[in-house]
DNA sequence: CCATTAAACAGACATTTGTCTGGTAGGTCA
DNA sequence: TGACCTACCAGACAAATGTCTGTTTAATGG
């Protein structure tokens, strides 16, 4: 094997150009050596080279900036030239704690906009009528912003007894309350508070009409 | 004046400035001069130039491709990268005929994804709480896809004597009906089909909790 | 040991591309 | 009319950029 790890370079120069293109347009084969501090302008070139060649990247040959994202990929998590747009996780139906993990395989990506860039999110897909008072219904999506401080009132997503819950906080003397918003439901009332696990709060609700 | 209208080459050099960058990088400005068939490098400098001076876009000195859109701009129509994913204008809150109109100056706009490329969207947001029983809340945001031809059942924005309302629409024999989704609010019965004017179906809901 | 390979280095060349200077045509306005 | 403006044309130069040839180093495998 050669004398650095082999593709291990390789895959950073691949984020560099992603980033790049996110910024507004793809790097120069010069701003790639330049930014891995190669002294050779054929070092990077040799990497974007094979990234095209492992279909990683395209490229346009003889043109300025040639290297370009393959179709598809784009949409994969990050947004080029909309800094302030987020494509944000579909993490599907919440089961049984396996929602931290979820995050590697998820179902989908959703747009989102106007959410600091280091907010936590991800999307969940609703099951129930619990919240039907307050607009959310069955299937409806919503985007949940990965918190655990949350303030009494605000709608959240919470864990109980391994089982997730898009519910409306109540904090009250020594004990938290879960209320739906639906007649036919009870409030879940917790005594302590390790019972429960907030997962985060609901910041956008989303309901496509097909 | 100017041999030919002022602004007008202007706005579409601008246009497709854009539509370069959603392909992947901005043009140069001899890819802009062979597009537009000018004959002169400098036609479409002067263009370019012109656009950075009031703002339309913004430059990197020196650089291949250095003409990019300036922040906030980015997410204004489309989306570099990402084809299945669009920026519909949000024409705020509907008033008089004013609808067709207004997508010169929309409020902002919204990112959806899932609709056909070919499907004329816009975003509009709710007043009133007549379809509160379908989870559509005053101050939501609707995507609509414009179009005339609506099947029963659908939920609507109807034109009705200059007014633009949300509404499931019903098709009676002879007649239409506008029915809103609220025990406290009649339905819009209609004699004639010419008294309404159909703008669109409503192919998504979507609501922020700030 | 030697051939092979991947990675990086060095230097150069040709094309692409941004930029500059100057000129022409048609229109407005004082 | 003449000053002035916008749009466009013509030609050229210099910087940025893609691409090529050859060399060196280190690790691998027969």
């Known amino acids: 094997m050669p004398a650095t790890p082999p593709g291990q370079t390789r895959r950073q120069v691949?984020?560099?150009?992603?980033?790049?293109?996110?910024?507004?347009?793809?790097?120069?084969?010069?701003e790639v050596q330049h930014h891995f501090g190669f002294k050779a302008v054929q070092s990077a070139r040799q990497h974007l080279e094979a990234?095209?060649?492992?279909?990683?990247?395209t490229k346009e040959p003889g043109r300025a900036r040639g290297y370009r994202l393959p179709p598809g990929e784009g949409s994969a998590g990050f947004l080029?030239?909309?800094?302030?747009?987020?494509?944000?996780?579909?993490?599907?139906?919440?089961?049984a704690g396996a929602l931290t993990e979820a995050i590697e395989d998820p179902q989908g990506y959703v747009p989102v906009e106007g959410q600091p860039a280091d907010a936590n999110l991800f999307a969940l897909t609703v099951r129930g009528e619990s919240m039907l008072g307050a607009g959310i219904l069955p299937g409806d999506t919503v985007v949940v912003r990965r918190q655990h401080a949350v303030r009494n009132g605000e709608i959240v997503v919470a864990q109980v007894a391994g089982e997730a819950t898009v519910k409306r906080l109540r904090l009250?003397?020594?004990?938290?309350?879960?209320?739906?918003?639906?007649?036919?439901?009870?409030p879940i009332v917790?005594?302590?508070?390790?019972?429960?696990?907030?997962?985060?709060?609901?910041?956008?609700?989303r309901r496509c009409l097909t």
Do not use: C, S
């Open 51 to 57: 990234l095209v060649q492992e279909g990683a990247l």
């Open 172 to 186: 009250k003397r020594g004990h938290v309350e879960l209320h739906p918003e639906n007649a036919l439901f009870k």
């Open 190 to 205: 917790l005594d302590g508070r390790d019972e429960v696990n907030i997962l985060g709060r609901v910041v956008e609700v």
């Open 80 to 95: 080029p030239g909309a800094p302030d747009l987020r494509m944000v996780p579909l993490l599907g139906r919440v089961q």
């Open 14 to 30: 691949h984020a560099y150009v992603r980033e790049r293109i996110a910024e507004g347009a793809p790097p120069t084969v010069r």
